[in-house]
């Protein structure tokens, strides 16, 4: 009996020390990049009021913090400029020794499956790409598709280095955006954390209070959880695929969804209420780039696809630190996974350089929309970026305006100091105009940088 009695207690001991033992979230692991520059939130578990010290090798500078009560601890520590590769040491009753990190710019890559979409899922010019993609200055982080009901601490993963195994399975958008980026950064490593879901909807990667609170959110969310097939529930996929890394410093995020959003009317209220909940869940107002969704025939309605294409467009004027490239010049409008994610990744790396780097002075941007000015049965329409306007085909058919009654006619139209002059000779006194308005319809007007226009109404 006193032997089962010390058997048992030494159990107790051996598991209590187990327990004990400092612990991180796999966020942290060897092969990470760490934000350049920045003071950096580390953080993990050992036992209540144990003392814990971290020392980071670029500056052998030590560390203290003790665990609280709920047996987590945190530190923030300062980072470098750009380089490695480094360790870093963190000590409690046991050691963890996190090797070759980096130091550099990371982004958070997330949407659906256009942005999980990898090399082994038939991209073009894949192989000859993944051929080539052995960069140890660009790392990768997969999040593991799971939901949760509740917020989760941890989450399965680990940084591993760009060879063209690893490139193969990961986000192809990702990685040539890292691959553009590392032209003009020179020596400047990334790191990019993939956390996508095919068929998602925005709704489930915000967090469920954010959408329950909100009676617009609510009532749309209402009627995606009608459909049946994948997580549809609000914050399900944050819980589990975001929440974990909320803190990891990152530089900014990518963003390609929308598809599963389409007959939506407020995807930018939707979109945009995602973006201000992880600003403020980082306590970080980073830049926001995504991807505007392409041309493609949905269903019965003809103008479903393209209002949430105007919708990513307005969200542009509504939320600050945002970019979008259109790419409906390189689209596929018969297939919802268009192939050529190599100029989709370029396009954003474009805009992160020009914007958050300021390293790139070129034209980034499609015309986008600025006003209308009626002049008689004449419509002058105005655009930002609208340097070398030119029509693909010479002439546009893809132009229309309306009277006050709101019923839209093709108009004839020309380009002139950088403006598109429209009439028609259905409308004697125009009131609005709209451009691309169809689900299939690709873009025909185009800036000296050759990036198409969006779609628009002038209506909103």
Known sequence: MKNNIYKFVFFLLISSTMMANVSLPNIFSDNMVLQRNSE??????????????????????????????QAKWELTIKTPEAGGPFTISIKGYNEVVLKNILIGE????????????????????????????????????????????????????????????????????????AKRLREDLKNVPIGLIS????????????????????????????KLNEQEYGPRQPG???????????????????????????GSLVYDKTLGALIT????????????????????????NNFSNVTVRNSQRKLLNEVSKTGMVVISDISDTIDIHPKNKKSVGIRLANL?????????????????????????NKVIVSFDYADGLYFKDKKSNQFEVAGTDGVFYPAEASIKNNQVILTSKKVVSPAKVRFAWGNTTQSDLFNKANLPASCFTSEF
């Open 40 to 69: 950096v939130k580390i953080w993990g578990w050992a036992n209540p009021k144990e003392e814990i010290k971290l020392v980071s090798s670029w500056n052998n500078q030590e560390y203290k913090t003790v665990a609280n009560n």
């Open 106 to 177: 990371v982004w958070l890559c997330s949407g659906q499956s256009n942005m999980e979409m990898s090399v082994s899922w038939g991209i073009d010019d894949g192989e000859e790409e993944m051929k080539n993609a052995t960069n140890p200055n660009i790392r990768f982080f997969t999040v593991p598709k799971l939901t949760a009901t509740s917020p989760q601490n941890n989450l399965l993963g680990n940084w591993t280095e760009s060879t063209p195994e690893t490139m193969k399975y990961f986000s192809a958008i990702g990685y040539f955006f």
């Open 195 to 222: 956390s996508n879901w095919g068929g998602t909807p925005a709704e489930i990667w915000m967090p469920e209070d954010v959408v329950n609170n909100d009676p617009l959110l609510l009532e749309n969310a209402k």
């Open 236 to 262: 399900r996929a944050y819980n589990a695929m975001i929440y974990p890394i909320v803190g990891f410093k990152i530089a900014g995020t990518l963003w390609y969804q929308g598809e599963s959003n389409v």
């Open 277 to 300: 909940a992880w600003r403020k869940e980082w306590n970080d107002n980073f830049p926001f780039y995504y991807v505007q969704i392409a041309p493609f025939k949905t269903g019965k």
């Open 352 to 376: 992160a350089l020009a914007e958050t780097y300021k390293t790139n002075s070129n034209l980034v941007n499609g015309p986008l929309f600025k006003n209308i000015k009626i002049e008689k």
